[in-house]
């Protein structure tokens, strides 16, 4: 995957898109119960919210409640997870049991915060709302959404995200040695703020900036961040592609273990197999290229490359695919 596949390579893997619907928590009230289904959501989701939605009010409130408590030692991945399966039953009981999802979603909200307290994990939160609340009739939870105080750095990479998909889309060429369009220009001062602010995705998307600027220092640097965000599982895999496609013609060690990296992370994504298997290809590899290539099996599986130029901030479908490939296995 070179500089120029990562800036003109998006309509092909958009126009590919088939949407698809870990950790464990550290503590929990209960033995089983809630805990028992927020971890089985990551393989068997539908089974998971089923469960969810027999759990009795009051046990559920408990379960909830112990979770969202700042000393419960659930990880932030356990709390998004829990995120995702109570917006999935919010969903289903928006349908036709109103009363049960006002409950749920106050319940939710609770989760919300808790999630909100990890460091880099506002970012996770800020997608969940965008995702779920479009799916429901849900006002003061949306204006509070708007009050927390890292939204506004939140929107902005929103905005930076939706400008860098604009400049892409309309100056990116493969003849260019660097792409610096108006719109990369203008994004460039709202991811400043979000990296300030603790942001790591921010730091994936400027990290791109940079590197197709042709700044490989600052962009290595950004990109290092965001592969090591402990937040998001979707931006160590993205961050990882772009720092294999940095590495290329200077470190091939380096590029192949970027590329298996991101591999591991998502191991049916489709980019990630692409990458290294053309790597391996390009390094006289072909037996070790083939056995990467057929090892993707037949399902398709949501790539997190799709919706980094989906401009998925307006699109809740796609930004529920990411979501789920978050924290699903």
Same mark, same amino acid.
């Given at each position: 995957?070179?500089?120029?596949?990562?800036?003109?390579?998006?309509?092909?893997?958009? #126009?590919?898109?088939?949407?698809?619907? &870990?950790?464990?928590? #550290?503590?929990?009230?209960?033995?089983?119960?809630?805990?028992?289904?927020?971890?089985?959501?990551?393989?068997?989701?539908?089974?998971?919210?089923?469960?969810?939605?027999?759990?009795?009010?009051?046990?559920?409130?408990?379960?909830?409640?112990? #979770?969202?408590?700042?000393?419960?030692?659930?990880?932030?991945?356990?709390?998004?997870?829990?995120?995702?399966?109570?917006?999935?039953?919010?969903?289903?009981?928006?349908?036709?049991?109103?009363?049960?999802?006002? $409950?749920?979603?106050?319940?939710?909200?609770?989760? =919300?915060?808790? =999630?909100?307290?990890?460091?880099?994990? $506002?970012?996770?939160?800020?997608?969940?709302?965008?995702?779920?609340?479009?799916?429901?009739?849900?006002?003061?939870?949306?204006?509070?959404?708007? @009050?927390?105080?890292?939204?506004? +750095?939140?929107?902005?990479?929103?905005?930076?995200?939706?400008? /860098?998909?604009?400049?892409?889309?309309?100056?990116?060429?493969?003849?260019?040695?660097?792409? /610096?369009?108006?719109?990369?220009?203008? &994004?460039?001062?709202?991811?400043? @703020?979000? +990296?300030?602010?603790?942001?790591?995705?921010? #730091?994936?998307?400027?990290?791109?900036?940079?590197? *197709?600027?042709?700044?490989?220092?600052?962009?290595? $640097?950004? *990109?290092?961040?965001?592969?090591?965000?402990?937040?998001?599982?979707?931006?160590?895999?993205?961050?990882?592609?772009?720092?294999?496609?940095?590495?290329?013609?200077?470190?091939? $060690?380096?590029? /192949?273990?970027?590329?298996?990296?991101?591999?591991?992370?998502?191991?049916?994504? @489709?980019?990630?197999?692409?990458?290294?298997?053309?790597?391996?290809?390009?390094?006289?590899?072909?037996? /070790?290229?083939?056995?990467?290539?057929?090892?993707?099996?037949?399902?398709?599986?949501?790539?997190?490359?799709?919706?980094?130029?989906?401009?998925?901030?307006?699109?809740?479908?796609?930004?529920? =695919?990411?979501?789920?490939?978050?924290?699903?296995?």
């Amino acid at each position: 995957m070179t500089r120029v596949t990562l800036g003109v390579s998006a309509c092909a893997f958009v #126009a590919a898109l088939i949407l698809v619907q &870990a950790a464990t928590p #550290a503590a929990a009230p209960l033995r089983g119960g809630y805990l028992e289904i927020v971890d089985q959501f990551a393989s068997a989701p539908t089974d998971a919210v089923e469960r969810l939605l027999a759990l009795p009010p009051e046990e559920l409130a408990l379960s909830v409640r112990d #979770a969202a408590r700042t000393e419960s030692g659930w990880t932030p991945e356990a709390l998004d997870r829990a995120l995702v399966m109570h917006g999935d039953a919010l969903v289903t009981l928006a349908r036709d049991r109103r009363d049960e999802a006002v $409950q749920q979603l106050a319940l939710t909200d609770e989760l =919300a915060a808790a =999630a909100a307290r990890h460091a880099g994990n $506002q970012w996770f939160v800020h997608r969940w709302y965008s995702a779920y609340l479009p799916k429901l009739d849900a006002k003061d939870t949306a204006a509070r959404w708007l @009050q927390q105080p890292w939204y506004r +750095v939140a929107a902005g990479v929103d905005r930076a995200r939706a400008l /860098e998909t604009q400049g892409g889309q309309r100056t990116l060429r493969p003849d260019l040695p660097t792409y /610096e369009p108006a719109e990369f220009r203008e &994004a460039i001062p709202l991811l400043e @703020q979000g +990296v300030a602010a603790g942001l790591p995705v921010a #730091a994936l998307h400027l990290g791109r900036i940079r590197m *197709l600027a042709g700044s490989d220092l600052a962009a290595r $640097q950004l *990109l290092d961040v965001a592969a090591n965000d402990p937040s998001s599982r979707v931006n160590r895999y993205l961050a990882h592609l772009f720092l294999g496609a940095l590495a290329e013609g200077e470190d091939a $060690q380096a590029a /192949e273990t970027h590329y298996r990296a991101a591999l591991d992370l998502q191991p049916r994504a @489709q980019s990630a197999r692409l990458a290294l298997s053309s790597f391996l290809v390009h390094d006289n590899r072909m037996d /070790e290229a083939r056995r990467v290539s057929a090892h993707g099996g037949t399902q398709p599986a949501f790539d997190p490359w799709w919706s980094y130029f989906h401009a998925a901030a307006r699109d809740p479908e796609m930004l529920l =695919a990411e979501l789920h490939s978050e924290v699903c296995r």
